[in-house]
């Protein structure tokens, strides 16, 4: 996830300055010039690197920050890896060090903030995080509440919580014992606290992993890998279920592959 590119650059960036920035992808920056973007961060410093949600927030002495969203594929690494056809911008710092930016599908963006603009954009896009203190299941129910969407849709959206992808929405559901199609609205006091316990501890785990988020996001919906036996649902259809040991199912919701246990996340469809 992207809490594990930031604790991964921001040893590598914090204190630092942008010494040469080179964006090689107009879509990155898009509808601003790229080569106009990467000479306004050329010479900015590094405070720190932070995060909210599926946004890095680097920020800069000048109070300006740089937001980038991965997206699917987008990563920021540690070297110069020139060789890699996907890298689409790389930067190189007061200390020689190189960081560069990859991305095979090009969804990702780069954008420039000024100092006014920061919070109020941020705050504007991204929901309150699901591992901070200031989130609670009540704020959960609340959002769950206004929403007719299956409930696997209705997490992944950022307005809802913010940071959980994919994957984590599988093992979540799970953990609680939700069907994914299950009406967001339609969740009871128990199953709003069990899904809150369950995202906390699947975006737990998935920050102790260290990573392995990224390899996944290169598998397509279905593919095999061996990180993805440290799931308990996600891309496992067939195999048992770690609790029952029913079979794991596969649908698809809102367009997303979507691994479930039909034992122990029966459909719910009621009203509260
Ligand atoms: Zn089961």
Known sequence: EVETVRRRIAPLLEGRALAEVEIADARLTRPLDPVEVARELE??????????GKYLIIRFVSGRALLIHLRMTGSVLDGLHDDDAHRR?????????????????RFGT???LEPEEVDAYVDARVGREPLGTAYRSKHLAEKLAQRKAPVKSAILDQRTVAGVGNIYADEALWRARVHPLTPAEALGPGEVSALYKGIRAALQLGIRRQGSTLRDYRLPDGGSGSAQH???????????CDRCGTPIDKIRVGGRGTWYCPNCQRHVARRR
């Open 43 to 52: 010479g900015e410093r590094v405070t720190v690197v932070d995060r909210r």
């Open 89 to 105: 911008a790389v930067i190189r710092l007061d200390n020689g060090a190189h960081v560069s930016y990859r991305d095979v599908r």
């Open 110 to 112: 780069w954008l420039l």
């Open 230 to 240: 440290e799931f308990k649902v996600y891309g496992r259809d067939g195999e048992p």
